[in-house]
């Protein structure tokens, strides 16, 4: 499989190559060829397999020239070997619910799912070629410390976060400052997550720094992050369908960055039986508003108690934008030109019901989240986090909806204990944090000061 970009100013590259890029050199984003099509015949097959068998399957034809299929057997093997689950992300029905629980990771957030497995490979083609990588990621919360965890303690590797400071949960901030590895750089900038993400691209942007110091990307913008995702969509459609292919599912996704969600989209385009997509958002709705709208739009954003999704640019929204206009990249860039230009950018109205017809789109607010917090565990007992109550809200209306839980109710105590007045017990991995010893720095919300301070850091 060769991966071309967005914006179609590389020549294609090779699934390695894609991983190590992260952002296309031409500032597009990495994408498959092709997408491999999967018949009924193994759909059914595939709804049998337990997940570490099916990630393989699913994988495989995407880093198939790259990686054997013994090493991608290992690759998964070690990934999912931290998941406390034996199922590692099992469907549970609530009531009436079904809830695809993806927490089970060692940060208790669903991102696990992609950075252990993409640690692990980042680890293989350095080893491979010899090299070294220094990651640089913003994070909103659960990036951070699931990509930490991720490569922590690995030779060949610096990692240096982004978080905006004191806007993510002190649980999330510990998890990440907690981790004392030499590799391990945490930066708390005084901005917004979107800030974070600005300063990243920006050095990405900057070729002859990106180039010198081997910079890796682990923000969802990494290809293998999505790949990662796609498995437990095929996964939570066996465990639902038992295998026939008639039955079509929705699958309610609580979104920020658009990188779950156009996961899911991947696994349609394969031919899992999808109905649709549920988009949910909390009150940074840029992503409803353009499915609703037409009209991808920055606006403000706003802190709310579903931090992971307190977002108003979407880095993922270009990849789904592509297959939206025809896999044509000079509609991408006349798009995102307007975008640069004017702050936002508009499809033709024959697009726009081509967003309708898939994707159903909702803004949760505050207070709903919290009621639905609330409504859940009167019901069934229940504790939702305050992001999977955002899917789960969404979906009200869809009965037998697969709602994507995407965090550990512990993660988020105080939204939770405010929403039903006690506390979610803390799995193993979020116990003893705040006692542990911490390091971080603090530094502006520029790109320059974020470039010298890596250039210090790796030179001492
Ligand atoms: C990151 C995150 C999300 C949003 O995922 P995207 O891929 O950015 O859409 C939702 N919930 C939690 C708990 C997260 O950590």
């Given at each position: 499989?060769?991966?071309?970009?967005?914006?179609?100013?590389?020549?294609?590259?090779?699934?390695?190559?894609?991983?190590?890029?992260?952002?296309?050199?031409?500032?597009?984003?990495?994408?498959?060829?092709?997408?491999?099509?999967?018949?009924?015949?193994?759909l059914q097959?595939w709804a049998?397999?337990?997940?570490?068998?099916?990630?393989?399957?699913?994988?495989?034809?995407?880093?198939?020239?790259?990686?054997?299929?013994?090493?991608?057997?290992?690759?998964?093997?070690?990934?999912?070997?931290?998941?406390?689950?034996?199922?590692?992300?099992?469907?549970?029905?609530?009531?009436?619910?079904?809830?695809?629980?993806?927490?089970?990771?060692?940060?208790?957030?669903?991102?696990?799912?992609?950075?252990?497995?993409?640690?692990?490979?980042?680890?293989?083609?350095?080893?491979?070629?010899?090299?070294?990588?220094?990651?640089?990621?913003?994070?909103?919360?659960?990036?951070?410390?699931?990509?930490?965890?991720?490569?922590?303690?690995?030779?060949?590797?610096?990692?240096?976060?982004?978080?905006?400071?004191?806007?993510?949960?002190?649980?999330?901030?510990?998890?990440?400052?907690?981790?004392?590895?030499?590799?391990?750089?945490?930066?708390?900038?005084?901005?917004?997550?979107?800030?974070?993400?600005?300063?990243?691209?920006?050095?990405?942007?900057?070729?002859?720094?990106?180039?010198?110091?081997?910079?890796?990307?682990?923000?969802?913008?990494?290809?293998?992050?999505?790949?990662?995702?796609?498995?437990?969509?095929f996964?939570a459609w066996g465990r639902v369908s038992g295998g026939d292919v008639d039955q079509k599912v929705?699958?309610?996704?609580?979104?920020?960055?658009?990188?779950?969600?156009?996961?899911?989209?991947?696994?349609?385009?394969?031919?899992l039986p999808?109905?649709?997509?549920?988009?949910?958002?909390?009150?940074?709705?840029?992503?409803?508003?353009?499915?609703?709208?037409?009209?991808?739009?920055?606006?403000?954003?706003?802190?709310?108690?579903?931090?992971?999704?307190?977002?108003?640019?979407?880095?993922?929204?270009?990849?789904?934008?592509?297959?939206?206009?025809?896999?044509?990249?000079?509609?991408?860039?006349?798009?995102?030109?307007?975008?640069?230009?004017?702050?936002?950018?508009?499809?033709?109205?024959?697009?726009?019901?081509?967003?309708?017809?898939?994707?159903?789109?909702?803004?949760?607010?505050?207070?709903?989240?919290?009621?639905?917090?609330?409504?859940?565990?009167?019901?069934?007992?229940?504790?939702?986090?305050?992001?999977?109550?955002?899917?789960?809200?969404?979906?009200?209306?869809?009965?037998g909806?697969i709602?994507?839980?995407?965090?550990?109710?512990?993660?988020?105590?105080?939204?939770?204990?405010?929403?039903?007045?006690?506390?979610?017990?803390?799995?193993?991995?979020?116990?003893?944090?705040?006692?542990?010893?911490?390091?971080?720095?603090?530094?502006?919300?520029?790109?320059?000061?974020?470039?010298?301070?890596?250039?210090?850091?790796?030179?001492?």
């Amino acid at each position: 499989m060769r991966y071309v970009s967005t914006r179609g100013g590389i020549e294609p590259v090779t699934f390695s190559q894609a991983v190590m890029m992260g952002l296309a050199t031409d500032g597009g984003l990495l994408l498959p060829e092709s997408f491999p099509q999967i018949d009924a015949t193994t759909l059914q097959r595939w709804a049998e397999l337990p997940f570490k068998a099916l990630a393989v399957e699913v994988m495989y034809p995407y880093v198939g020239e790259d990686i054997s299929r013994v090493e991608l057997e290992k690759l998964v093997e070690e990934s999912y070997a931290s998941f406390s689950h034996p199922e590692v992300t099992p469907v549970v029905e609530v009531g009436d619910l079904r809830i695809l629980e993806l927490f089970h990771g060692p940060t208790a957030a669903f991102k696990d799912v992609a950075l252990q497995f993409l640690g692990n490979l980042f680890e293989l083609l350095l080893e491979r070629s010899g090299g070294r990588l220094n990651i640089l990621g913003a994070t909103s919360g659960d990036t951070g410390s699931a990509a930490i965890y991720g490569v922590r303690g690995q030779e060949r590797i610096d990692i240096f976060i982004l978080h905006p400071k004191g806007r993510v949960s002190p649980i999330q901030e510990r998890q990440m400052t907690t981790v004392l590895d030499a590799n391990v750089h945490n930066i708390a900038i005084t901005g917004t997550f979107d800030d974070g993400q600005r300063i990243v691209k920006e050095l990405f942007n900057d070729l002859a720094f990106k180039q010198e110091y081997t910079l890796g990307a682990v923000n969802s913008i990494n290809w293998a992050r999505i790949l990662a995702q796609v498995v437990y969509y095929f996964y939570a459609w066996g465990r639902v369908s038992g295998g026939d292919v008639d039955q079509k599912v929705t699958f309610s996704v609580p979104t920020g960055n658009f990188g779950d969600i156009f996961a899911g989209y991947v696994a349609m385009r394969m031919g899992l039986p999808v109905e649709r997509l549920i988009l949910a958002t909390n009150r940074n709705d840029i992503l409803s508003r353009f499915v609703n709208s037409g009209v991808y739009q920055t606006g403000e954003v706003y802190p709310t108690i579903s931090p992971s999704m307190d977002i108003q640019i979407s880095s993922n929204f270009e990849r789904y934008l592509y297959y939206l206009m025809d896999q044509d990249p000079a509609k991408v860039r006349a798009l995102m030109d307007q975008m640069g230009r004017e702050g936002k950018l508009e499809v033709p109205a024959e697009k726009r019901a081509e967003v309708a017809a898939l994707f159903q789109a909702a803004a949760v607010s505050e207070e709903e989240t919290r009621d639905q917090i609330r409504d859940t565990y009167a019901q069934t007992g229940y504790i939702l986090d305050p992001h999977t109550a955002v899917g789960v809200h969404a979906a009200k209306e869809i009965p037998g909806a697969i709602c994507l839980a995407t965090a550990h109710p512990a993660k988020f105590g105080a939204a939770v204990k405010e929403a039903i007045g006690v506390e979610s017990e803390p799995p193993a991995s979020l116990q003893g944090l705040m006692e542990k010893e911490t390091r971080c720095a603090v530094l502006e919300a520029d790109a320059a000061v974020i470039r010298d301070f890596m250039k210090t850091t790796l030179a001492g």
